[in-house]
C-alpha cells in the first residue's frame, strides 16, 4: 500500500505530473489526466520495484536493491505487464498434432 499518498505525500506535485504532460506537446491538460498519470507513474514504479526485489533475491540478495537490478528491469519487459506472468504453454507438453 502507498502510505506517502495516503498522508498527502507524493513523489511528485501535481503540477510537476502536468508539465510531464505538457513538455510531451499538450497544450491544455485536465486534473483528471494529471490524476491518471500520477495513478500510471505508481503502477509502474511498484512493478519496476517489485522486479528488481525478484532480480535481487536472485541474486542471493535478500534486504539489497542495487542499480544493476533496477536496470535488469529496464531490459526486461516491465512495459507489457502481461508479459511479466508466467507462460502457462511453457509449462505444458507440446500440442503437436500426430497423424
Same mark, same amino acid.
Given at each position: 500500500?502507498?502510505?506517502?499518498?495516503? #498522508?498527502?505525500?507524493?513523489?511528485?506535485?501535481?503540477?510537476?505530473?502536468?508539465?510531464?504532460?505538457?513538455?510531451?506537446?499538450? !497544450?491544455?491538460?485536465?486534473?483528471?489526466?494529471?490524476?491518471? #498519470?500520477?495513478? !500510471?507513474?505508481?503502477?509502474?514504479?511498484?512493478?519496476?520495484?517489485?522486479?528488481?526485489?525478484?532480480?535481487? !533475491?536472485?541474486?542471493?540478495?535478500?534486504?539489497?536493491?542495487?542499480?544493476?537490478?533496477?536496470?535488469?528491469?529496464?531490459?526486461?519487459?516491465?512495459?507489457?505487464?502481461?508479459?511479466?506472468?508466467?507462460?502457462?504453454?511453457?509449462?505444458?507438453?507440446?500440442?503437436?498434432?500426430?497423424?
Amino acid at each position: 500500500m502507498n502510505y506517502g499518498v495516503l #498522508l498527502g505525500e507524493r513523489a511528485y506535485s501535481l503540477y510537476d505530473i502536468e508539465q510531464f504532460i505538457r513538455e510531451a506537446g499538450a !497544450e491544455r491538460v485536465t486534473e483528471d489526466a494529471v490524476l491518471d #498519470l500520477e495513478h !500510471e507513474l505508481e503502477k509502474l514504479t511498484e512493478l519496476i520495484a517489485s522486479r528488481a526485489i525478484r532480480y535481487a !533475491e536472485h541474486a542471493g540478495r535478500r534486504k539489497l536493491i542495487k542499480k544493476q537490478d533496477i536496470l535488469l528491469t529496464r531490459r526486461s519487459s516491465y512495459r507489457n505487464p502481461a508479459s511479466l506472468r508466467p507462460n502457462p504453454s511453457s509449462t505444458k507438453a507440446s500440442s503437436r498434432s500426430v497423424r
